[in-house]
Each structure stands twice: as C-alpha cells, then as structure tokens.
C-alpha cells in the first residue's frame, strides 16, 4: 500500500476498529486499520455471532424433542454434531467476509499485522509499527490512533485450571468441539458461561454449572438470576453457587474436579471442563511502554471520551475495560471519532447500555438492579409480570419468565428493566429507548403494545409498578 500517512490508524478491526474507520471514512477523513488476524474480532469470529449460530441450533433440538407439546410427531430424531459446528463457523466467515466487503468499499485500507505505538515522529504525529506474520515491519504515521485491540478470556486462568485445548477448553475449544461431551463442568455462570451451558445442556449434555458467587448470573438482578436458575435445574443442568474449585486432576479422557460448597467437598468427574473465568485486555506488545498511558488490572485508562493520558491516543471497547459488550464497543467508536472531528458528542452512560445472554430461556436488561437503586439511595416503585400471563408467550409454549420494572418513586424515572423468557434480548431495546429518552412511568403507560405479543408484558410491568397490572 502507497500511503502510509492517515489523520486516524485504528489498531484492530473489532467491531470497536472497524465501526471506528467506517465513521471516520464517512466523515472523509483518512483512515488505515491495522489487524493481526480476522476481521470482526472475537465478537464476529470467536464469540458473539458463532456461540448464537449454536444456541439456535441447541433450541431447535430442544423443540424437536418437545413436538408432542405442539400435536406433532417424529421418530428418529438425531442431529450431525460436526455440521451443526460447521454452521456456526460459516456464518462467522460470511460476516467477515462482509465487514471486509465494507472496509472496502469506504476505501478503508487493511494493514495485515500486529500494530504497536513507536513513540513520535516529526511534526507530533503518533508512529505506529506494523509487523507482518512474515516480512519486514512497516512504519505508519498519523495525528490520532484509536486503540482497539480488545479483551479476552483464555489469560484469566484460576492456577490448576488452565485450559489446555484438550480436556479443559477456552471459549475457542468450547465453539469447535470435535464431538458432543457426555458430562460437561463450566465454571464461570457469567453470560460467557452461561450461554455455553446451556447449549451444551440443550443438545443433551450432562451439565454442571459452577459459580463462586451466591448466584449465577451475578450481574444481573436478583430476582432474575434465581429463576435462571430455576429453569436451568428444570432443564436438568446441575447448579453449584458459593462453589470453590480445587485443582483438577485430568486423566487420558476425563477429568476430576473436587468442588467445595458449603464446607464440604465433592469430587465430580466429567469429560470436559469449559473455564468462562474473567477477561483480560490485550495490553501486551502495543507499545504502552515509555507512554502516560494507564493500565488498570489489565484495561487501559481513559476519560469520557475514550482519550488516554497520551496526547493523540484513544482506547476503546474491550480495551477499554467494562462492560464487554460489542455494541458499546461499537458506540464508543462512532463517539471517539466524531470527538475527532470535532462534533458535539454525549459521553456513555453505562446505565444505559443494554445486557444480553441468549441462554434458554434469555436473559436482558438495562439500567440500576432493584438492590443497586436502592443502595444508590433511590426510593424505588417495583413492577413485575410473568410471563404465564402473557397470551404470545402460552400460545409459543414458553411461559417461563418475567418482567421488572424498577421506577424512581419520586419522578417516575424508568431507572432499569429486566427481562427473562422468550426473546426477550429483542425486546429489550424498548425499555433502552425509554431510559436514553429519560422516559417516566407516565409515557410508558401511555404508549400502546401490539396485541398478542410477548412486549405486552413490557407494558404490563409498568403498569404494576404502579398497582395498575390489568392481566395479573
């Protein structure tokens, strides 16, 4: 590539890079992306879209052996495991195979290597070394560099529980398996975790489901994660919260895990172990040393507006620290670069930011939990509604779940909403509306759901925040 000179280089092409040269370019500024490996990140390529290629497929054969339900009738009923994962790496590649097409097509030139800050050149602007799997490195120049390098979880390994590829997967060992394991321990209930359980589960694994704390799902509200954890032991998954888990002892294809609860300790043997243990950001070899940039339990440092202490140097998504979540990743880039070019931007609201887990039955929410609103001094109004009350979700055949409402008792401010049941991470992003709008219960109430949805729910909580609820 002849031109090595940029207003921006984005190191890393995640759905935090790319999104980032894709607006850049759209505000006519020049922009180079350096990426050392795929297009699209873990996200695209090692997470988010391959592990919903699978759940899509575990619900399918959650619904094929549950046809009687719906009047049907199948014999023989069996599923090709290896194709299935086929699958989900095919639709992994064709949306890479897209952010590339996108790139492209902005004339966003792709430098394919590692990419590290080295230090300034004349005339103030930052230096960036590109080096190659193979060849010589290459030196780029440019006013502005955007970090977006990311995170990942294979690092964060408890001592004696380091994956190994074989008998103790990462995230990237659980997504390509080459056969389905008959007993199956995941330790980590966090949505990581959870997700990979309860694929696992619903193709007819034996799983346990480990978590230190005293709830699985711990981010997410209480009440919440108990019926998870309801539905999940209905399922037959095995669930052990306040768990310690002790050195594993592996065998030629088994493992031993003792796992402490309670003050005593049970041995569990399984095939596989699958560690969903934190995540660590990818601070190593980018050059970070001799810079005013901050590292903080392995998450660069920045301000509102994703700016480091290095004139010129931004960090944004995983990078920078939490919540690990593409769309805030991807938010960030739009709000970094506009920054950039000078425009009028609003820093994140991370109360703002929508969670999702695509287990079954999914998970959503956004905003203050009951217990956090309360701690942050707010007199709170709780609404709630099951979904057994809702007519689409009894006419599906997926009752289970709820929605709650959490309102400032005061202003009538929506200060957060969760959601557990049937596509319920579609529907979220109405109550992610309403907190970004600064909607109160007023508006809310006013607003009309279409009938029969499972959104009417949605509604429903609102009104019994305020002793309203007309179907339950």
């Known amino acids: 590539m002849s031109q090595t000179d940029f207003d921006i280089i984005v190191i890393g092409g995640g759905p935090g890079g790319y999104v980032a040269a894709l607006r850049a370019a759209?505000?006519?500024?020049?922009?180079?992306?350096?990426?050392?490996?795929?297009?699209?990140?873990?996200?695209?390529?090692?997470?988010?879209?391959?592990?919903?290629?699978?759940?899509?497929?575990?619900?399918?054969?959650?619904l094929l052996h549950d046809l009687g339900t719906y009047g049907f009738k199948a014999d023989g009923v069996s599923f090709d495991f290896k194709a299935i994962v086929a699958r989900s790496r095919a639709v992994s590649k064709q949306?890479?195979?897209?952010?590339?097409?996108?790139?492209?097509?902005?004339?966003?030139?792709?430098?394919?290597?590692?990419?590290?800050?080295?230090?300034?050149?004349?005339?103030?602007?930052?230096?960036?070394?590109?080096?190659?799997?193979?060849?010589?490195?290459?030196?780029?120049?440019?006013?502005?560099?955007?970090?977006?390098?990311?995170?990942?979880?294979?690092?964060?390994?408890?001592?004696?529980?380091?994956?190994?590829?074989?008998?103790?997967?990462?995230?990237?060992?659980?997504?390509?398996?080459?056969?389905l394991p008959k007993r199956l321990l995941v330790i980590g209930s966090g949505a990581i975790g959870t997700e990979f359980a309860s694929f696992y589960r619903n193709m007819g694994s034996e799983v346990t489901l480990v978590e230190v704390a005293p709830?699985?799902?711990?981010?997410?509200?209480?009440?919440?994660?108990?019926?998870?954890?309801?539905?999940f032991e209905k399922q037959g998954m095995r669930v052990l919260t306040s768990a310690k888990v002790g050195a594993l002892k592996k065998g030629k294809n088994d493992v031993t895990v003792p796992v402490e609860v309670?003050?005593?300790?049970?041995?569990?043997?399984?095939?596989?172990?699958?560690?969903?243990?934190?995540?660590?950001?990818?601070?190593?070899?980018?050059?970070?040393?001799?810079?005013?940039?901050?590292?903080?339990?392995?998450?660069?440092?920045?301000?509102?507006?994703?700016?480091?202490?290095?004139?010129?140097?931004?960090?944004?998504?995983?990078?920078?620290?939490a919540p690990w979540l593409a769309h805030k990743a991807s938010h960030?880039?739009?709000?970094?670069?506009?920054?950039?070019?000078?425009?009028?931007?609003?820093?994140?609201?991370?109360?703002?930011?929508?969670?999702?887990?695509?287990?079954?039955?999914?998970?959503a929410s956004v905003g203050y939990t009951e217990a956090r609103a309360k701690e942050a001094g707010y007199k709170v109004r709780v609404g709630k509604f099951p979904l057994m009350a809702n007519g689409k979700?009894?006419?599906?055949?997926?009752?289970?779940?709820?929605?709650?409402?959490?309102?400032?008792?005061?202003?009538?401010?929506?200060?957060?909403?969760?959601?557990?049941?049937a596509e319920v991470t579609e529907m979220i992003q109405g109550f992610v509306i309403a907190r970004t709008a600064e909607l109160t219960e007023a508006e809310l109430m006013e607003t009309i759901f279409p009938h029969p949805t499972i959104s009417e729910s949605m509604h429903e909580a609102v009104l019994a925040a305020y002793g309203g609820a007309l179907h339950f």
């Not at 180079?32 to 054969?61: D, F, M, Q, Y």
């Not at 709830?215 to 539905?231: G, H, M, Q, T």
């Not at 670069?337 to 109360?351: C, L, M, N």
């Open 332 to 363: 960030e880039a739009v709000m970094c670069v506009e920054a950039i070019a000078g425009k009028t931007v609003h820093p994140i609201d991370v109360t703002k930011i929508p969670g999702c887990t695509y287990c079954r039955p999914q998970v």
């Open 215 to 231: 709830r699985i799902l711990p981010v997410e509200d209480e009440e919440i994660s108990a019926l998870a954890r309801k539905e």
């Open 95 to 179: 949306l890479a195979s897209g952010v590339q097409h996108l790139l492209k097509k902005a004339k966003v030139p792709v430098f394919k290597g590692f990419g590290k800050l080295d230090g300034v050149a004349a005339g103030g602007k930052r230096k960036v070394l590109v080096q190659p799997e193979s060849g010589a490195p290459q030196t780029l120049t440019a006013k502005h560099v955007i970090l977006a390098t990311g995170a990942r979880a294979r690092a964060r390994a408890l001592p004696g529980l380091e994956a190994d590829g074989k008998l103790v997967w990462s995230y990237r060992e659980a997504l390509v398996p080459d056969e």
């Open 393 to 421: 979700a009894l006419a599906m055949g997926e009752p289970e779940g709820m929605v709650k409402t959490v309102f400032d008792a005061q202003t009538g401010e929506l200060l957060g909403a969760h959601m557990i049941g």
């Open 26 to 62: 759209q505000l006519k500024l020049s922009v180079a992306v350096v990426e050392a490996n795929h297009l699209g990140g873990i996200c695209l390529n090692w997470g988010c879209i391959p592990t919903k290629a699978l759940l899509r497929a575990s619900e399918i054969n959650h």
């Open 262 to 321: 309670g003050g005593k300790t049970e041995t569990i043997t399984v095939d596989r172990v699958i560690s969903a243990v934190g995540i660590v950001g990818n601070v190593e070899n980018i050059g970070l040393e001799g810079t005013k940039i901050k590292v903080d339990r392995t998450h660069v440092v920045t301000d509102d507006l994703c700016r480091t202490g290095e004139p010129g140097v931004y960090a944004i998504g995983d990078l920078a620290g």
